[in-house]
């Protein structure tokens, strides 16, 4: 007759035990594991927190100037042309808040390089450091092209003290997150007020 032991008893009891406390809680903290992955992939909470509070004026600067908080000197968006009326211009955001636009489009009624300047707030540029981040963690490369020939090239460039990141997507093609930060930064080019160096420098 086999001997039960009593440490063996005990030991089944614990690894039970611990099976059971998987199956019911594990449920419960993935959510949160979730959202706390999210947050790091999307940056630092502070950027959250200036979207979230509005945030202006001093304090904004001040989280502005903070490097773990926003690596990113500049975040820029160069779109090429293509076989049509494509818009050409790279669009360049600075963390101090300054925007910056050269255009030198053919197909408008102003064609010519032409240089233009505006701002942008906190908030905006706080967003756009999170798609930013969101981007890199989602690119496996740093080059996505479609198998045609009549399309735009977009490069998406994030500048930094030892944090320069870089992607091109021809097509559309890039991971979603990419793909959103492209669409985002190009909403830029009509959604800020420019006023063309030439005259704002008067």
């Known amino acids: 007759m086999t001997r039960i032991r009593p440490l063996h008893v005990l030991a089944c009891t614990l690894l039970l035990g611990l099976i ?23 940056g630092p909470p502070e950027l959250q927190r200036i979207i979230e509070e509005g945030m202006h004026g001093d304090e904004a600067r001040a989280l502005a100037a903070r490097r773990d908080v926003f690596p990113y000197d500049s975040i820029s968006l160069d779109s090429g042309a293509c076989f049509g009326p494509c818009p050409v211009y790279v669009l360049t955001l600075h963390r101090d808040g300054r925007a910056h636009l050269v255009t030198n489009d053919v197909w408008t009624n102003q064609p010519g390089r032409r240089m233009y300047v505006g701002r942008i707030s906190p908030i905006d540029y706080a967003r756009v450091t999170q798609m930013v981040f969101l981007a890199k963690a989602a690119a496996r490369e740093s080059s996505y092209a479609g198998n045609w020939t009549d399309d735009a090239k ?49």
């Open 154 to 202: 977009m490069v998406v460039q994030a500048n930094g003290p030892g944090v320069d990141w870089q992607v091109s997507d021809y097509g559309g093609v890039s991971p979603p997150e990419v793909w959103s930060l492209i669409l985002v930064l190009s909403s830029f080019r009509e959604g800020i007020e420019w006023q063309e160096e030439s005259t704002a420098s008067r």
């Open 20 to 42: 059971a406390a998987a199956i019911v809680f594990v449920p419960l903290l993935l959510p949160v594991w979730r959202a706390q992955a999210y947050e790091h992939r999307a």
